[in-house]
């Protein structure tokens, strides 16, 4: 198997490298000085899972542009933000034909129909995670979180291709499962991540930090109930997905004082754990980088206000962060 991961930083480079340990062959699309780096000594884990030690050997390397890669591509992973999607997707046209099937982990509900829009809708496959890593420096992962991550099929079947992936990801180490309503594990995520990162981009804390507070939780269990109305209108009921992290599906039926304990309780564990981290986005917005703002609260409360669903703390939180967002390069 060949994975070519597309935009290869903390997220991407983490499971390239775990495909790699599962017996794929792996190229990485990445910036030049990260796969320089990558190429000259391999990927440096470290972070409370990285275990301080280097990947490196045949089948592991990286270019930087995805038209120096050679042989069919059996699996594309997107792993660009958001910002950079429309450039990532123009620079894929000399390879598309060689590419038999594409995901993205991108956090937002958007990514895959503009995927399909390049490949077509037979080639895409779902897939979801909240696996936590930040890239302090090129050729360095800093691996913070782990929980399981979900494959599956769009159309709800089950496929050779969907399970060869998770087999290959597992062998690396991962926890993975196929699910057959891959629709309703993105959701949940969707809703997770934008009340995550809008606490962590709001308070600029990391998440354990600020949600083992009474006015974090508060906040955060706000925003994942306006979230989860978001999903009900459109016919979507959040699932158990990710719930060593996060417990999207009791937040939303539980009534406010008891979900901000329950949020509370969870954030002090992961506290206890060791995981002070924040959000991809949150990380963007200390290093006064372009967010992914509009790809996730701004197009939540879009979606709520099509629906005729309120979302005010969602939309507070937009602002907020949109204002900073506007003052990045
Ligand atoms: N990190 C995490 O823990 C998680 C992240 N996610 C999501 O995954 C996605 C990736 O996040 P993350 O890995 O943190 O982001 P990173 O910024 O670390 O990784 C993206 C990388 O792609 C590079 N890049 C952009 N365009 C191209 C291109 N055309 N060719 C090659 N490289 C390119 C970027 O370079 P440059 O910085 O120079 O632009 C950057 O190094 C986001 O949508 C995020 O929301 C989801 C779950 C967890
Ligand atoms: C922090 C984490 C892993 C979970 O909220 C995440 O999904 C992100 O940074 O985008």
Partial sequence: MHLVVLGAGALGTLFGVKAWEGGARVTLVAREAHARAINEKGVFLTGPLGGDRYASGEGLRA??????????????????????????????????????????????????????????????????????????????????????????????????????????????????????????????????????????????????????????AQLYVHMVKEGVAVMRAQGLEPGNYFINVARIKEVGNLPLVEAVELVRTMAEALYQKGFHGNTSLARDLERGKKTEVDALMGTMYRIGERLGVPTPTVRAVYWTIKAADEYAR
């Avoid at 309503?181 to 009340?195: D, L, N, P, R, S």
């Fill in 63 to 216: 270019v930087t542009d995805i038209a120096q890669v050679e042989g069919d591509i059996d699996y594309l992973l997107v792993t660009v933000k958001d910002k950079d999607m429309a450039t990532a997707l123009e620079s894929v046209r000399p390879v598309r034909d060689r590419v038999k099937t594409v995901f993205s982990f991108q956090n937002g509900i958007t990514h895959e129909e503009r995927l399909a829009e390049v490949f077509g809708w037979e080639k895409v496959i779902g897939g979801v995670t909240i696996e936590g890593a930040d890239m302090p420096a090129p050729g360095v992962i800093e691996y913070a979180l782990a929980s399981t991550s979900y494959f599956g099929e769009f159309d709800g079947s089950r496929s050779e291709r969907v399970e060869a992936l998770a087999e290959v990801f597992r062998r690396g180490g991962m926890s993975i499962e196929t699910i057959t309503e891959i629709k309703v594990a993105k959701w949940t995520k969707f809703v997770q991540i934008c009340a995550a990162s809008g606490v962590c981009g709001a308070t600029r804390l990391g998440y354990a930090p600020a949600v083992r507070t009474l006015a974090g």
